[in-house]
Each structure stands twice: as C-alpha cells, then as structure tokens.
C-alpha cells in the first residue's frame, strides 16, 4: 500500500495559506482596515474642529462689531456728533489725490475712532471691561492720527476673534441716512465685501 507523503509539493499546492499575523494576532488586512478607520475618524474631528473654531470666532467678531457701534452711539448721544473719520482728516490736509491703500486706511480709521471713544470716561471704562489685555493692544509708535501737528501717545488696535490685528474700520457716514458702521475684515483678512462682518447687518440681532 502506497503511503500518502503530507510533505508532497502537490498536496502543499492544494492547502489554503494561512493569512499573514502581524504582532499579537492582527492580520494585515485587518490592520489596514483599522488604519483607514482611524484615518476618516481623524478626518472628520479635525472638520467638525475648524467648524467650532470658525463659528466661535465669526461670534466674537459680531460682539466686537455691535459693542463697538453702541459705544459711537453713545458717544454721538453724549456729545451731539459722531466720531470723526481719519481718512476724512487724511484728505483735507493731503488732498484727494493722496489715497491711502484701503488696509492702512481701515487700520488708521479704527486707531482713530478708539482714540476718541477713550477720550470719555465712561466709553474708555467699557471698552477696558469688554476687551481682554491680549485683544485690546497698544502700539508704542506715536502717529498724527488727526492731522493737528501733535502726535497722538499711543496706537489702539484690536485683535479681532480669527486671530488678525488691526482687522476692523470706520466709516462715518456710510450707513443708511449717512450714519456711521464698524465692520471686521472677516475671515480673510481683506475689506473685500465678501466675508465682512458689517454693524448695519447686526442691527436686528
């Protein structure tokens, strides 16, 4: 009787290989399942992270934006008037033909509208309270804000809630009826239109 050889080439052909282990059990296959598993997973919380982010950061800009439009509308209450505008100042003593580049100018209007506002006690105590330390920055660079000759002592910015300095202007008369509106660059950084974040669209919040 012919015995059967369990060592034969042909019959270690026809047994079925056994799938490659790696470590403490996981085969290969499993492993790379997991990988892709862990890697949408990833995925997804770092989406739902910038999402918050950028929410929460749209809402500190709209709080920004509204408190500081209720602070020129006290002031206008308190004095009869509205802040002035820088540009306003920068062509009457440079002349129209001397245009400031639209950042700069948004930077110079916002540092000058926070320059009055503090003026009043009452608006300077409000904008401390309301503001954190690393938000509300001064810089140590004296400027002729209002064209008078005399440099101002400091220049005020704010730290708007998407991280960007100096990302808010003023315009004086640019609102409905010529009122005045404050509004963040926004997202991008750019007073583009695209993303501001505008005073006159907050109103009925």
């Not at 503090?118 to 409000?126: A, G, H, L, S």
């Amino acid at each position: 009787m012919k015995r059967l050889r369990f060592d034969s080439p042909s019959l270690t052909r026809s047994l079925p290989r056994p799938a490659v282990v790696v470590g403490g059990g996981f085969t290969l296959i499993e492993l790379l399942v997991v990988i892709a598993i862990i890697s949408v997973l990833t995925a997804m919380i770092i989406s739902v992270s910038s999402a918050i982010r950028q929410n929460q950061a749209e809402k500190i800009a709209r709080q920004d934006v509204k408190l500081l439009h209720s602070q020129i509308a006290g002031y206008f209450e308190t004095y009869g008037r509205y802040p002035e505008e820088w540009t306003d100042r920068h062509y009457a003593a440079n002349g129209w033909a001397d245009a400031p580049d639209p950042a700069e100018a948004a930077k110079r209007n916002c540092a000058w509208l926070l320059v009055q506002l503090e003026r009043d006690q009452k608006i300077r105590t409000v904008l401390h309270e309301s503001f954190s330390a690393d938000r509300y920055k001064r810089d140590e660079v004296a400027e002729d804000l209002d064209h008078d000759g005399t440099d101002e002592p400091h220049f005020t910015y704010i730290m708007d809630g998407f991280g960007k300095e100096r990302a808010f202007n003023y315009l004086k008369a640019a609102g409905a009826g010529g009122t005045p509106i404050v509004y963040s660059a926004g997202p991008d950084g750019d007073y583009d239109g695209t993303d501001d974040i505008r005073s006159d669209d907050l109103l009925d919040e």
